[in-house]
């Protein structure tokens, strides 16, 4: 053998490894151009970003303290030292509305992680072992998904009591089943695959293919199942602290900030109580669909 070729041969690993690395490389990058194309997802992943800032650094940011009540400044019109306004009780609405972005954010994520984990658990052994499991699991996910969501989370809040914990595992025990349908429906296609079929015949246990070969595989459209259901989240927690289920003053929320501006009086005279509060719920709740649309278009195979 010439040293032409020796050399060759010798440079033969790097080259494939080089391969393998630009191809998963590739792929990234075409998921990223192909997210940056869709100009609202970047739009509300700037939006959503500015918003996870401000809850992280709100002790930092925030120019007031948040429940500090001053009687020199009931009601007071947006100016030069509360740039927002103040509310009934000389609050900077400000400083609210920095804090609470960490409520309405920390419910948003904290329910959706957790329902994500059991539609995705429960999905896959539905998917999988099908039969009477099948039907048990579903059956159950069928007979919450029959009930209003809004009603079904205020009584379990009621009953449970509404703290902040509270709300996020009601909500995460009560929106599970959207979820479990997305992956038992892939899980259905997937588990008569080749690649499933080779991991029976090696030996390995029903559990560890679920968990190691077909989940990882129904990721994509549950990581956009998710992140609507961030927006949902949100707005179930202004929802139930509206109505006073939710977070409880002094602690604000978005929604019970608007809880104190129902009356005519505020409605009228005094927009800046509820007009920065609602901004901030369309805002986020706009943005996180935008996100989740760029998501579920970038992740498309069809999508060129």
Request: charged residues 15%; aromatic residues 10%.
């Amino acid at each position: 053998m010439s040293e032409t070729q020796r050399t060759v041969k010798a440079n033969d690993d790097p080259i494939i490894i080089n391969n393998k690395k630009a191809k998963s490389t590739s792929e990234w990058k075409l998921f990223f151009l192909k997210f940056k194309r869709h100009k609202l997802g970047v739009i509300g992943c700037f939006i959503m970003l500015v918003f996870i800032l401000m809850a992280i650094f709100a002790d930092f940011i925030a120019p007031f303290e948040p429940n500090k009540i001053d009687p020199a400044a009931f009601e007071q019109p947006p100016s030069k030292e509360h740039l927002l306004g103040t509310d009934s009780l000389g609050r900077d609405v400000l400083s609210r509305i920095i804090h609470a972005s960490r409520v309405s954010l920390t419910v948003g994520v904290a329910a959706v992680i957790m329902y994500l984990g059991i539609g995705i658990v429960l999905g896959a052994i539905a998917g999988y072992f099908r039969g009477f499991i099948d039907t048990l699991i579903m059956r159950f996910a069928d007979a919450l998904i029959s009930f209003p969501v809004l009603p079904l989370v205020i009584v379990a809040v009621a009953i449970a009591g509404n703290s902040i914990w509270n709300i996020i595992l009601v909500i995460g025990l009560v929106m599970w089943p959207e979820v479990a349908r997305i992956v038992r429906g892939q899980i259905l296609s997937l588990r008569e695959q080749e690649f499933v079929e080779a991991a029976r015949s090696l030996g390995e246990k029903p559990l560890s293919i679920i968990f190691t070969q077909l989940i990882p595989n129904v990721l994509a459209p549950v990581i956009v199942a998710g992140t609507f259901g961030i927006a949902n989240a949100i707005l179930l927690e202004a929802g139930l602290s509206f109505l006073g289920l939710g977070v409880q003053p002094p602690d604000a929320s978005w929604g019970n900030m608007l809880m104190d501006a129902q009356s005519i009086t505020v409605l009228t005279n005094m927009p800046w109580l509820w007009f920065y509060p609602s901004l901030c719920i369309i805002l986020a709740v706009i943005s996180i669909n935008f996100i989740g649309d760029g998501l579920r278009d970038a992740m498309d195979p069809r999508q060129k």
